[in-house]
């Protein structure tokens, strides 16, 4: 269901550019109408007000239940230090944040984590952009768990494409789920994003593309 606060999370990505419709290829190498590339924020009013939406769906979510935030390298970056400010700011929710580099550090204190250093026993929620696939998600475990004994329960995404994943039938966060137990929470869907471009009557061209791609690629 199309509710005012996705819309207006809609809206926002479309005037940071980051949303986008058009032609296009993910990384899946399926040919998509319409993109979301959160590299293209690239204001300091843009990048608060998103940490601003990440924080009130963690606050839906999860309330202060969890002990620290993770934020995959690179989109996750500035995705989980602008949700940490955030929950801060607006809630008074203080947690830990930390990130991972992708090249290990050999010199001062080495490593591949930055910020908070995760304990046996942790339970940390992970802040990402969007999955199509999971591979992110495989990548990002691994991670984790080399920091010790975590649990992760929760990821929170921008967008569920919600695009069948390896396994026919189910849609990528659907075997994210069975895998490692995560519940994956997206600020809206792709079904939210057509809703909004068929209430607004001017995207003529681009519903039925929408409308075949959600056919062929999506499980809704």
Do not use: W
Request: aromatic content about 10%.
């Amino acid at each position: 269901m199309l509710t005012p606060a996705k819309k207006e999370f809609i809206e926002f990505m479309m005037s940071a550019d980051v949303l986008r419709f058009g032609q296009f290829v993910t990384k899946s190498g399926r040919h998509t109408p319409y993109f979301v590339n959160t590299g293209n924020y690239r204001t300091g009013g843009q990048i608060a007000k998103l940490g601003d939406f990440y924080a009130a769906l963690v606050k839906e979510a999860c309330g202060d239940d969890f002990d620290a935030m993770f934020g995959p390298a690179y989109k996750g970056i500035p995705l989980v230090t602008a949700a940490a400010g955030a929950l801060a700011r607006d809630f008074g929710i203080d947690k830990p944040y930390f990130f991972n580099r992708k090249e290990a550090k050999d010199h001062g204190e080495g490593g591949s984590i930055v910020g908070y250093k995760p304990k046996d026993g942790d339970r940390i929620i992970i802040i990402e952009d969007v999955i199509t696939a999971g591979t992110a998600v495989r990548e990002t475990m691994p991670v984790l768990k080399a920091c010790g004994n975590v649990k992760v329960n929760d990821m929170f995404i921008s967008v569920n494409r919600c695009e069948v994943g390896q396994t026919p039938g189910k849609t990528a966060i659907m075997e994210v789920q069975e895998e490692f137990g995560i519940n994956v929470h997206a600020l809206v869907t792709v079904q939210d994003i057509y809703e909004y471009l068929k209430e607004q009557g001017t995207y003529g061209e681009v519903l039925p593309a929408m409308e075949k791609y959600m056919a062929d690629y999506c499980v809704l």
